[in-house]
């Protein structure tokens, strides 16, 4: 039997993290090893317990998830972050991905919506929730693109690195995996948001897994 996915739950309301537990501590697949009500805490417990998936608000009393997502992954990029939010804002989306967030979720989003995400995430994999990739992909549309028609029309270098972007990497992550500079993988993605007429980077991922690159 597999080892059970050891999660983090970072929120500051007691009565958020204590539904989140509640759903998860009995599943078989998965234990929680430790709870955070602020973005340091979060930071220290994931160093303490190393999590293999961190579930995270974007925004906490003493700063923002974003950043203390950020700082997680740089210390260990084998640990996974789900954000879980009320907020579906095109920033918060946006700077989540950029600090290396796999998956962007809503706080109604059903138990099994939650828990499928971990899942998937936890497997290496990215998720959006589809609020929110909804929204991005209308702004997409309604600004003229055709998904298809331009990625059709990508370099197959372009796609690899749109694929990767559509997976949650960063741009050094991404240079790793295709051997690249960091800086060349920049000028790809600065690029690809001019080709896809979108000025985020969450919009080139909700069009990545729109298209299913990733």
């Known amino acids: 039997m597999e080892k059970p996915l050891r999660i983090l739950l970072v929120d500051d309301h007691e009565v958020v993290r204590a539904g989140v537990r509640m759903l998860l501590e009995h599943r078989p697949n998965m234990t929680i ?15 303490r317990t190393t999590p293999d998936v961190v579930i995270m608000d974007v925004r906490l009393p003493d700063g923002s998830g974003v950043e203390a997502c950020r700082e ?43 828990i499928h995400a971990i899942e998937v995430v ?7 929730d589809p609020t929110v990739t909804h929204q991005l992909l209308t702004r997409f549309r309604r600004l003229g693109g055709s998904g298809g028609a331009i ?11 749109l694929a ?6 960063t741009n050094r992550e991404i240079a790793a995996a295709l051997h690249l500079s960091e800086k060349t993988v920049k ?12 000025q985020r980077r969450a919009a080139a ?8 690159l990733s």
């Open 164 to 169: 990767l972007v559509g997976d949650g990497m």
């Open 122 to 128: 936890a497997a290496g994999e990215s998720l959006l």
């Open 72 to 114: 997680i992954r740089s210390a260990r990029p084998a640990t996974r972050v789900l954000m879980l939010t009320s907020f579906a804002d095109e920033e918060a989306v946006d700077a989540s991905v950029m600090a290396g967030a796999s998956g962007y979720l809503l706080k109604q989003t059903r138990s099994a919506e939650l």
């Open 187 to 198: 000028n790809y993605v600065s690029t690809l948001l001019g080709k896809l007429h979108v």
């Open 151 to 161: 990625i059709d029309a990508l370099t197959e270098q372009e796609r690899r690195v």
């Open 205 to 212: 991922a909700a069009i990545a897994a729109k298209q299913k």
């Open 33 to 47: 090893v430790g709870e955070a009500s602020t973005a340091a805490a979060a930071i220290a417990e994931a160093a």
